[in-house]
């Protein structure tokens, strides 16, 4: 069974602060991270390859350092990884980043199972999945929990919805995408991690001539969306203060939730 | 492709340095610097005062869209029932279609959902497209991209917004690919820029740190998911029209790939302090796990969850998954309620993107007040138990 992953390397959002006067981000220092969810992809691919045979490929969009993450899956027991790096890339909104992911795993060719994270830490938009699957014309299975069944035809997956879960089967190939609660990632292994920052480490790069595809199609010539601006998110509110005895402050309180839509 | 100086107009105002959402710009000496870290994303150049930046990336044309019109929601159902994030979309689509004098309509698709119409209309559809087949019974990826892309490629709609629930946030991405199709997910705030009649998607990224606003400018429909919870759901009178349309969805089974097995709900979901709308949080001030009892009360007559801050947490008060702040969870609910909390910096940026804060709290110098829509100066023993009543007594009228 052939299985490529999709991961990304994302800032550690937890580990962000704010400056206390002026609200704007602080960004030094920062590390960067395998995406939470994308080590759970990693996992699955992990352990069918240990199951099924058949060979585990890494492909990442990102810039040059980003190699470090596909490093780190390679660790974790990934066979190969393949870097998506070019200047042209940058900039891309879900629909370009997709575009060009799906081009580079229609050069792979061979795959049974494509494998993503829900979403990402850093844009939180959990688009890329099905936008890669509808692109290779593949079913999608989001939100997987727990992976029933699974051979070389068909796959049997739980679906978290929030309110419970749905069993869903489908054909093979299939993009699922998976969330934590599916397994829990193995740590890097030190002899992989060595190997895989060794010269002849398992790496390609590629760039948009490698995909063919024109600049117009690829980071921000094309995408269809703009971010016009961005900005912190208010710190300081009115503060109103409620007065009174508590009974009184209370009333007022109420009046002001129910003026809100909030009771 | 790269961004471009221009160090005779650049005055070193630092706008583009903050405004980066990637650290990519920097000034030194007094003159803004690209650094390693810029995507070329274009953010600064439209928004230098001096026009100082530039790049070489091709402005595209965008398309001749005057025949687009029409504002258009995506009814999610579910055995018949409307999905609640359906009536906040009419209630988000009324005033973008009154902001741009043009026709709120709801795309319904299901089995025997017939019924659904009257609601939609009272909370504000004045047209429903209605696809009924039994392939659309239960949402399917496939089969429900196939006909709304359908709908979409006939009818040519201006705007067209998703909920964000699991069921909105598999399918959205999917026709946005389908059609070619912009995508901003997860907005909590959409409304229409008055100069180009365009639709501003804002929505927060990096963990709810930084807000962006984003326009689709290239494609149509202007496509957006909505966090369910946000917006308000705005019922009208019953004597407007609604016009149905009934959609022939010539679905055949092999258009449904996958098969739904079968649906297992769950009675009560596990602690998501993400997901919750209301968060009542305890600081120091509760004194003791005994202490958190009226915060559980409140919580329940709020449909809230419990939270804390790290001092409560370390204390043994609360478990791990209910801390509130830097070292724990960043939450954005739709309100907040800090109770005994003195207000730290650290404790305010896991909160500071919830829409509405009350701020209960014996000191009337503690900094929370200043994060706090509302503030009540009193001990929250006393003041906690009485709005737990107010509300409760509220409830039974």
Same mark, same amino acid.
């Given at each position: ?8 390397? @994302? ?7 704010? $400056? ?72 891309? $909104? ?51 929990? $727990? ?65 063919? @595809? ?50 | ?397």
């Amino acid at each position: 069974m052939n299985i490529i992953t999709l991961i990304k390397q @994302v800032p550690d959002t937890t580990d962000i602060k704010t $400056d206390p006067k002026t609200g704007n981000l602080i960004r030094e220092g920062i590390e960067s991270i395998i995406n939470p969810d994308d080590r759970h992809a990693i996992e699955v691919a992990v352990s069918l390859k240990e199951k099924y045979k058949g060979k585990s490929i890494v492909v990442s969009m990102g810039p040059p350092q980003a190699i470090d993450a596909i490093s780190e899956a390679i660790g974790m027991g990934i066979d190969e990884g393949i870097l998506l790096a070019d200047r042209n890339f940058g900039g891309a $909104d879900t629909w370009a980043t997709s575009f060009t992911l799906g081009k580079a795993i229609e050069k792979i060719n061979a795959y049974d199972l494509i494998l993503c994270g829900r979403q990402a830490i850093d844009g939180d938009t959990a688009q890329i999945g099905p936008q890669v699957a509808e692109f290779l014309g593949l079913p999608q299975l989001t939100y997987v929990m $727990d992976i029933e069944e699974v051979d070389d035809r068909r796959i049997i997956v739980k679906r978290g919805l929030g309110n419970g879960y749905e069993r869903v089967e489908s054909p093979l190939p299939a993009l699922i995408t998976v969330i934590g609660e599916l397994n829990k990632p193995r740590y890097p292994r030190v002899d992989l991690l060595i190997n895989a920052c060794k010269e002849n480490a398992r790496i390609t790069l590629w760039n948009a001539a490698d995909l063919k @595809v024109s600049v117009q199609e690829i980071g921000l010539s094309g995408s269809l969306t703009r971010v016009i601006k961005t900005f912190s998110p208010k710190v300081k509110r009115e503060g109103e203060m409620l007065k009174g005895d508590k009974g009184e402050a209370v009333g007022q309180l109420i009046e002001r939730l129910a003026g809100n839509y909030l009771i | 492709m790269a961004i471009f100086i221009d160090y005779d107009l650049c005055t070193g105002c630092k706008r583009c340095e903050k405004i980066c959402p990637y650290n990519g710009i920097e000034v030194k000496d007094g003159k803004a610097v690209v650094n390693e870290r810029c995507t070329s994303c274009g953010v600064c150049i439209d928004n230098c005062p001096e026009n100082a930046i530039s790049s070489d990336i091709k402005e595209k044309e965008v398309p001749d869209f005057r025949d687009r019109k029409g504002i258009w929601v995506f009814a999610e159902q579910a055995d018949g029932v409307m999905a609640k994030v359906t009536k906040e979309l009419l209630g988000l689509g009324q005033s973008l279609a009154k902001d741009l004098n043009q026709e709120l309509s709801a795309v319904l698709l299901g089995n025997n959902v017939g019924h659904l119409i009257e609601e939609l209309q009272k909370y504000g559809a004045q047209r429903v497209y209605l696809a009924q087949h039994e392939l659309l019974s239960v949402y399917q990826t496939n089969p429900y991209t196939k006909v709304i892309s359908e709908i979409i490629l006939h009818n040519k709609p201006s705007i067209f917004i998703i909920g964000a629930t699991p069921i909105g946030r598999d399918l959205a991405p999917r026709i946005s690919m389908r059609l070619n199709l912009g995508l901003t997910a997860d907005c909590t705030e959409l409304s229409i820029d008055q100069e180009d009649g365009l639709l501003l998607q804002t929505r927060p990224a990096f963990g709810g740190n930084l807000m962006a606003t984003i326009k689709t400018a290239y494609s149509r429909p202007q496509m957006a998911t909505v966090r369910p919870g946000v917006m308000e759901s705005k019922k009208i009178g019953t004597s407007s029209n609604c016009e149905v349309i009934h959609v022939d969805s010539s679905l055949t089974k092999e258009d449904v790939v996958t098969r739904v097995l079968e649906f297992v709900g769950e009675k009560k979901k596990v602690v998501s302090l993400n997901d919750a709308k209301v968060i009542v949080a305890g600081g120091r001030g509760v004194g003791s796990e005994e202490g958190l009892k009226p915060l559980f009360e409140l919580a329940e007559a709020l449909g809230a969850e419990v939270a804390g801050t790290r001092i409560v947490i370390e204390e043994g008060w609360l478990p791990v998954e209910r801390q509130v702040g830097q070292t724990g969870q960043t939450v954005r609910p739709e309100l907040y309620v800090a109770c005994g909390i003195s207000g730290a910096i650290q404790h305010r940026a896991g909160m500071l993107g919830s829409r509405y804060v009350i701020a209960i709290n014996k000191d009337e110098r503690a900094p929370i007040f200043e994060a706090a829509d509302w503030g009540i100066v009193g001990d929250l023993h006393e003041v906690v138990p009485t709005l737990t009543n107010a509300i409760l007594n509220r409830k039974g009228k």
